[in-house]
Each structure stands twice: as structure tokens, then as C-alpha cells.
């Protein structure tokens, strides 16, 4: 019960802050031939993920969670306009690591990016510029991931662990995809579990609480 009042409260507050998308495992899943073809939008906006090509379709698991291959998958909603200051929460795991690959991107390459970059396990967002690496998110280990872009005061971080800030540009998302770069290219090999965006930088008690929530939720350490 006490698990229940604390995921409709997350809930909630998650409504309260008005996002712009907002896809969770289990929920408005859509399995047409080989894997997800649309995951519905929560937000209330109708920005469902969408995969028409049978062969580039992530696998659902028995969980609700969406697997993505790494060669071929990705999802990507249709265009709206999503512009600086944004915040991506992402929980998830990524189960191996290419420097380049994109976790998940704006409507255009490389306009709301993360990817990643240099070493495994790091991570780092670019919207026109790249901040400096988070390898805070061990690979196979569920996470949260919080990327803010919001030009020089751009920053990614995960869980609760302090995050790496800088100027990540100034590119504006103008939609999202996930899995991969805009238009399915540098795909990465993740399982996903719940995404949400928002068209604010939160603030640092807004995003604790957040981070905090989606923690609880998915069973993060």
C-alpha cells in the first residue's frame, strides 16, 4: 500500500510540472510483428514512440520494459517544439557501451543528445557542444539518468551522485527519439524502463524529488 501512494504521488507531482512527454514500462505498449510500434505518451500531449519498419522495432520484456538492440532499434515521436531549457529523466541500463552510440536524441542529429563518449562507462549530453563525461552509470546496473540542457548551465547526473555540469549548446530537441540518433543512426544497446521530459530546468529540489521518485519506482539503490 505504502509503495502504491508513493508511485501515485510521483504521479502527480510528475503531472504537476507539466511535461512534455512521459513513457513508462508497462503502460500503452504496442507490439505489432517483431517487437514495440508505438509507446504511448502519458503526458496527455499524444507524443506517442513510434517504429513503422518491422526490423528496427525494440523488444518488449516481460516486465513492460523495452530492450534496444544496439544494431538496428530505435523509436521516435513526431515533431513538437522543444526548446532550451529541457530536462530528460531517463531509468534504464545500458548493457554495452561503443563510444559514439546515442541513448536517445532531439528530432534532428545530435540536437538533444546523450551519448556515449570516450571511455565505458561515460556518459555525456550535447546540444551543440559536449560537457564534460558522467561514468557514474555502471553498464548492466538500473539507473536514473537526469540530463538538463540548458546551454552553459547544461549538466548530466545520475541517481542522487553530484552531477557534471557545463555548456552543452544550444541546440533545441524540437522532438525526441530514443535508442539512437535522430533518424535511427549510432543506435545503442539499453533497456529501458520509464522516460519523462520536461520543458523547464528544474530546480534542484524539484529534480531531487523527482530523481528520488523514479528511484523508488524501479527499485534503484
Given amino acids: 500500500m505504502l509503495l502504491l501512494r508513493q508511485q501515485l504521488s510521483l504521479d502527480a507531482y510528475i503531472r504537476s510540472l507539466g511535461p512534455a512527454g512521459w513513457w513508462l514500462k508497462g503502460q500503452g505498449q504496442t507490439v505489432t510483428g517483431s517487437g514495440v510500434s508505438q509507446w504511448d505518451d502519458l503526458s496527455g500531449n499524444g507524443r506517442h514512440l513510434l517504429q513503422s519498419t518491422d526490423a528496427a522495432r525494440p523488444a518488449l520484456q516481460a516486465d513492460g520494459s523495452v ?4 544494431t538496428s532499434h530505435y523509436l521516435k515521436c ?16 545500458h548493457l554495452s557501451w561503443t563510444d559514439g552510440d546515442y541513448v536517445w536524441d532531439g528530432n534532428t542529429a545530435a540536437t538533444m543528445g546523450l551519448a ?3 571511455a565505458t562507462p561515460n556518459l555525456s549530453v550535447y546540444a551543440g557542444a559536449v560537457i564534460s563525461t558522467n561514468p557514474d552509470l555502471t553498464l548492466g ?3 536514473v539518468i537526469s540530463a538538463v540542457y540548458n546551454g552553459a548551465s547544461s549538466s548530466v547526473g545520475v541517481d542522487r551522485n553530484a552531477a557534471v555540469t557545463g555548456d552543452a ?10 535508442g539512437a540518433a535522430a533518424g535511427g543512426f549510432v543506435p545503442s ?5 520509464e522516460t519523462v521530459i520536461f520543458p523547464i530546468a528544474p530546480s534542484t529540489a524539484q529534480l531531487d524529488r523527482l530523481v528520488g521518485g523514479l528511484m523508488a519506482r524501479h527499485g534503484v539503490a
Fill in 141 to 143: 546496473t538500473i539507473g
Fill in 169 to 178: 549548446g544550444a541546440g533545441n530537441g524540437g522532438g525526441f527519439a530514443l
Fill in 78 to 93: 513526431n515533431a513538437f517544439t522543444l526548446n532550451q531549457p529541457t530536462c530528460v529523466l531517463w531509468v534504464g541500463k
Fill in 67 to 70: 530492450l534496444f538492440n544496439g
Fill in 116 to 118: 556515449q563518449i570516450g
Fill in 189 to 193: 544497446h539499453i533497456q529501458v524502463y
